[in-house]
């Protein structure tokens, strides 16, 4: 039996995509919440807890495009020509809010409040846009054989922009959870609030997604609610119920800590897992799978092999870097 290459690449590329939304999720969740807090020291505080880390977590963005590109070149190809507008709006924002969080640092308080804007609108352009993409991927894309035939508006759509706003509120969760791991006192009393809230507030819009998508696409119905799916895809959604009362549970507690970052992250994965059983096994919805998209065994073989080498090192030093910045973060102290 030989190795199945695409399935490997497969994997590889959902992997890469699921790190990046983990770790640049609750980055962009700061920027997010930044309207919510109007304190200069507390909000100083939230950009400490990820200045050590954050310019590390777009590594995972650029290995699932770059594993999309070498193993999947026709996904590549027809993908960015469908979603161009929102991946160059995704790019603007991700670059705005880069610089303005080292500019931010830099500037007077004459223009503190200028930078702080900045990174609060770039937070919310790259997520919301990332939301929007999604949702485009999901209704699929018009094709011609296998090229894209539709126009660069046809990823507007009132679904994709629902999953656009459905994205903020995530990654609000995950920055949210993570403030409350790193902080302490009034900003973490208030991120508590803000967390319970958005946990409602998501799993009412999961439920919206959950229905929205199989009364529009009869291929998802079939996939879900078909014997024994059914049966084998149940825990998913029930898994879901149950990681949001915990997660409301444990935030009623005087010290939450680490426990709601977790479950979050756990949310966020089953989240991920129900797109996952969706869409499977096309990566061009709705009809192309990767296997039809595969580039030749040769070149998937040759860029596996330096794949496998670069990933456990990017594994070790991000775990490192968190490792070494472990610790709470109090109000008035920084990183130099």
Same mark, same amino acid.
């Given at each position: 039996?030989?190795?199945?290459?695409?399935?490997?690449?497969?994997?590889?590329?959902?992997?890469?995509?699921?790190?990046?939304?983990?770790?640049?999720?609750?980055?962009?969740?700061?920027?997010?919440?930044?309207?919510?807090?109007?304190?200069?020291?507390?909000?100083?505080?939230?950009?400490?807890?990820?200045?050590?880390?954050?310019?590390?977590?777009?590594?995972?963005?650029?290995?699932?495009?770059?594993?999309?590109?070498?193993?999947?070149?026709?996904?590549?190809?027809?993908?960015?020509?469908?979603?161009?507008?929102?991946?160059?709006?995704?790019?603007?924002?991700?670059?705005?809010?880069?610089?303005?969080?080292?500019?931010?640092?830099?500037?007077?308080?004459?223009?503190?409040?200028?930078?702080?804007?900045?990174?609060?609108?770039?937070?919310?352009?790259?997520?919301?846009?990332?939301?929007?993409?999604?949702?485009?991927?999901?209704?699929?894309?018009?094709?011609?054989? #296998?090229?894209?035939?539709?126009?660069? !508006?046809?990823?507007?759509? +009132?679904?994709?922009?629902?999953?656009?706003? /459905? *994205? &903020? %509120?995530?990654?609000?969760?995950?920055?949210?959870?993570?403030?409350?791991?790193?902080?302490?006192?009034?900003?973490?009393?208030?991120?508590?609030?803000?967390?319970?809230?958005?946990?409602?507030?998501?799993?009412?819009?999961?439920?919206?997604?959950?229905?929205?998508?199989?009364?529009?696409?009869?291929?998802?119905?079939?996939?879900?609610?078909?014997?024994?799916?059914?049966?084998?895809?149940?825990?998913?959604?029930?898994?879901?119920?149950?990681? #949001?009362?915990?997660?409301?549970?444990? !935030?009623?507690?005087?010290? +939450?800590?680490?426990?709601?970052?977790?479950? /979050? *992250? &756990? %949310?966020?994965?089953?989240?991920?897992?129900?797109?996952?059983?969706?869409?499977?096994?096309?990566?061009?919805?709705?009809?192309?799978?990767?296997?039809?998209?595969?580039?030749?065994?040769?070149?998937?073989?040759?860029?596996?092999?330096?794949?496998?080498?670069?990933?456990?090192?990017?594994?070790?030093?991000?775990?490192?870097?968190?490792?070494?910045?472990?610790?709470?973060?109090?109000?008035?102290?920084?990183?130099?």
């Amino acid at each position: 039996m030989g190795i199945d290459l695409p399935l490997i690449w497969a994997i590889i590329i959902a992997f890469g995509v699921m790190m990046y939304v983990v770790m640049d999720g609750f980055d962009l969740g700061i920027g997010i919440l930044f309207p919510f807090v109007s304190d200069r020291r507390e909000r100083d505080a939230m950009v400490n807890t990820v200045a050590p880390v954050w310019d590390g977590n777009e590594t995972w963005l650029v290995l699932g495009g770059a594993g999309l590109f070498a193993a999947f070149p026709l996904a590549y190809g027809l993908i960015l020509s469908a979603l161009y507008l929102p991946l160059m709006f995704m790019l603007a924002g991700l670059i705005w809010r880069g610089v303005s969080f080292e500019f931010r640092f830099k500037a007077d308080e004459r223009r503190k409040p200028f930078w702080d804007r900045a990174f609060a609108w770039g937070s919310y352009i790259a997520t919301f846009s990332q939301g929007v993409a999604l949702g485009a991927f999901i209704n699929g894309f018009k094709l011609h054989g #296998t090229t894209f035939a539709g126009s660069a !508006l046809d990823c507007f759509t +009132p679904f994709s922009i629902f999953t656009g706003f /459905a *994205l &903020l %509120l995530a990654y609000a969760l995950l920055g949210s959870t993570w403030l409350i791991m790193k902080t302490s006192d009034g900003l973490q009393r208030r991120m508590c609030q803000l967390a319970r809230r958005t946990s409602i507030a998501l799993l009412a819009i999961i439920a919206i997604v959950s229905i929205w998508t199989p009364l529009t696409h009869a291929e998802v119905t079939a996939r879900w609610f078909s014997l024994p799916n059914m049966v084998l895809f149940a825990p998913v959604p029930i898994l879901v119920l149950a990681v #949001t009362w915990l997660q409301l549970r444990v !935030l009623q507690q005087r010290e +939450p800590r680490a426990a709601p970052f977790m479950l /979050a *992250l &756990l %949310l966020i994965f089953l989240g991920y897992t129900g797109l996952a059983i969706s869409m499977w096994p096309n990566v061009i919805p709705p009809s192309i799978s990767i296997w039809e998209a595969a580039s030749p065994p040769q070149s998937m073989g040759f860029a596996l092999a330096g794949t496998l080498f670069i990933i456990p090192i990017i594994l070790v030093y991000t775990s490192w870097s968190y490792y070494v910045f472990r610790g709470s973060q109090a109000i008035g102290e920084g990183y130099d």
